[in-house]
């Protein structure tokens, strides 16, 4: 009797492209993103740490940035899906996980090395203003270079705040920072394609949502 090759489990890999072609076990979690995006444009989604969020930012990254090769044999690929890999967008992808930010300074500099970073991808104008306003006039040129809307990612939106509950003053500064930068995805809608917030608590309490309010909580 032989033993049925078994694949291995990808404990604590939180990248779509090393699954796949590591030879990993993955359940198909590609129906769920195209019932997202067919559905909606802004998602958050409220899951507790460890939960998997990581990966299924990482495989809707792959998706938007037509990376075909990844998907064969999942639903995606498929003609139901109705996905169109042909199609590139420009994604933007902001992660809180690593690391902690202790300091107003530590965020502004953390997603300020990101819109730099997304300035020098595209070819663009350093911007200037507050994180928010370089959010606000970053995403149309992406737009206008790209002919395409844009998508953008957020892994763990709310752990600057919970990473510093100890110290509501400094809480209180960090939001007033990350409202700035999260508010400046609504009045950007038309340039937009798909936006996927993450995190542990729900964003209601954590008050940096003011200018988001459509967002729809999925609990799958």
Same mark, same amino acid.
Request: glycine residues 8%; charged residues 25%; hydrophobic residues 40%.
């Given at each position: 009797?032989?033993?049925?090759? %078994?694949?291995?489990?990808? !404990?604590?890999?939180?990248?779509?492209?090393? #699954?796949?072609?590591?030879?990993?076990? @993955?359940? $198909?979690?590609?129906?769920?993103?195209?019932?997202?995006?067919?559905?909606?444009?802004?998602?958050?989604?409220?899951?507790?740490?460890?939960?998997?969020?990581? %990966?299924?930012?990482?495989? !809707?990254?792959?998706?938007?940035?037509?990376? #075909?090769?990844?998907?064969?044999?999942? @639903?995606? $690929?498929?003609?139901?899906?109705?996905?169109?890999?042909?199609?590139?967008?420009?994604?933007?992808?902001?992660?809180?996980?690593?690391?902690s930010l202790r300091s107003v300074s530590d965020i502004t500099e953390r997603i300020g090395k990101l819109l730099d970073s997304w300035e020098k991808t595209y070819g663009l104008e350093k911007s200037s203003g507050s994180i928010g306003d370089r959010l606000l006039s970053l995403v149309p040129q992406i737009f206008n270079k790209t002919s395409s809307q844009v998508v953008i990612l957020v892994d763990e939106y709310d752990k600057p705040i919970l990473d510093n509950l100890e110290d509501p003053i400094l809480v209180s500064e960090l939001r007033d920072h990350l409202k700035d930068f999260y508010g400046a995805i609504k009045p950007l809608d038309e340039y937009l394609k798909f936006v996927l917030l993450t995190g542990v608590s729900k964003f209601a309490k954590t008050g940096i949502f003011s200018g988001l309010n459509n967002l729809d909580g999925h609990h799958h």
């Amino acid at each position: 009797m032989t033993m049925m090759h %078994l694949k291995k489990l990808p !404990i604590g890999i939180q990248s779509f492209s090393e #699954i796949i072609t590591g030879g990993y076990a @993955y359940v $198909d979690k590609t129906p769920f993103i195209a019932e997202l995006v067919n559905d909606g444009k802004y998602y958050f989604l409220s899951r507790p740490r460890r939960f998997g969020k990581s %990966l299924l930012i990482d495989t !809707i990254d792959c998706a938007f940035s037509g990376r #075909i090769e990844l998907f064969s044999g999942l @639903y995606l $690929d498929s003609p139901e899906s109705g996905w169109d890999f042909a199609k590139q967008y420009p994604v933007l992808r902001i992660d809180f996980a690593g690391g902690s930010l202790r300091s107003v300074s530590d965020i502004t500099e953390r997603i300020g090395k990101l819109l730099d970073s997304w300035e020098k991808t595209y070819g663009l104008e350093k911007s200037s203003g507050s994180i928010g306003d370089r959010l606000l006039s970053l995403v149309p040129q992406i737009f206008n270079k790209t002919s395409s809307q844009v998508v953008i990612l957020v892994d763990e939106y709310d752990k600057p705040i919970l990473d510093n509950l100890e110290d509501p003053i400094l809480v209180s500064e960090l939001r007033d920072h990350l409202k700035d930068f999260y508010g400046a995805i609504k009045p950007l809608d038309e340039y937009l394609k798909f936006v996927l917030l993450t995190g542990v608590s729900k964003f209601a309490k954590t008050g940096i949502f003011s200018g988001l309010n459509n967002l729809d909580g999925h609990h799958h």
